[in-house]
């Protein structure tokens, strides 16, 4: 079966430090992969999303990256940190191709910055 | 562009009582919907999805969903709460994409008294 793999768990940054958050999944090859932002009494914000390796689509302009260096890890970077990137960051995974395809997620990192 | 309204940031039910959490959906063509459920400090997961044919769907948990074309609505439903049920749901819709990409609702977030 499929698993996908988050960390780490919490983070707590200064302002202007740099940022490298992991994702991978196992159990399946080539799988379309998302990250988001969730912060409270907003919902699921779509911040990238890759549909194999080196491919990147940014949903919003902003202070992250990310890049797919390898089928099933997709990180999420930032090379200075803000006060306005603290939230709950979740990785997903779905199978590629099509729209019906459910997303499935990872437990989420949480990113404090001070 | 397509959109998801969750009407209802809050919901109170008792325990043992039944419960719909209401869903509206903006999408242009037949929409995938998905209904995902997430506890304190965790990622999301999926309870019940909807693609094509019989309206009312099952899912995990005892929870179901109807389709309502008509009315542009996927409500959740669950006819007897447990109090392990006090999470927050948010309803989602396929984006269009070709890439699985989704749009999230703001969520509602149940919560269940004794």
């Known amino acids: 079966s499929q698993t996908i793999h988050q960390w780490p768990a919490t983070l707590v940054q200064p302002v202007g430090s740099p940022l490298s958050l992991e994702c991978t999944v196992e159990?399946?090859?080539?799988?379309?992969l998302y990250w988001y932002r969730q912060a409270a009494g907003r919902g699921l914000q779509l911040l990238f999303y890759?549909?194999?390796?080196?491919?990147i689509s940014s949903e919003v302009p902003q202070n992250l990256s990310a890049s797919r260096p390898q089928d099933r890890q997709f990180i999420l970077s930032s090379k200075k940190l803000l006060l306005s990137d603290s939230g709950f960051y979740l990785c997903?995974?779905?199978?590629?191709?099509?729209?019906?395809?459910?997303?499935?997620f990872g437990d989420g990192t949480r990113l404090s910055i001070l | 562009a397509q959109s998801v309204t969750q009407p209802d940031i809050h919901i109170t039910v008792s325990e043992g009582a039944s419960l719909e959490l209401r869903c509206n959906y903006s999408?242009?063509?037949?929409?995938?919907l998905f209904w995902y459920v997430q506890s304190p400090g965790q990622g999301l997961q999926l309870l019940l999805k909807?693609?094509?044919?019989?309206?009312l769907v099952q899912g995990i948990k005892g929870f179901e969903a109807e389709f309502k074309r008509s009315q542009s609505s996927f409500n959740l439903r669950k006819p007897s709460v447990h109090w392990s049920d006090a999470a927050e749901y948010f309803c989602?819709?396929?984006?269009?994409?070709?890439?699985?990409?989704?749009?999230f609702g703001k969520g509602t977030m149940l919560l269940v008294s004794p």
């Open positions: 997903a995974w779905s199978l590629g191709a099509g729209d019906n395809q459910p997303q499935h």
């Open positions: 159990g399946t090859s080539n799988p379309n």
């Open positions: 890759s549909v194999g390796i080196g491919q």
């Open positions: 999408y242009g063509a037949t929409p995938y």
């Open positions: 909807y693609f094509s044919g019989d309206t």
């Open positions: 989602a819709v396929g984006a269009g994409s070709g890439y699985s990409t989704l749009t």
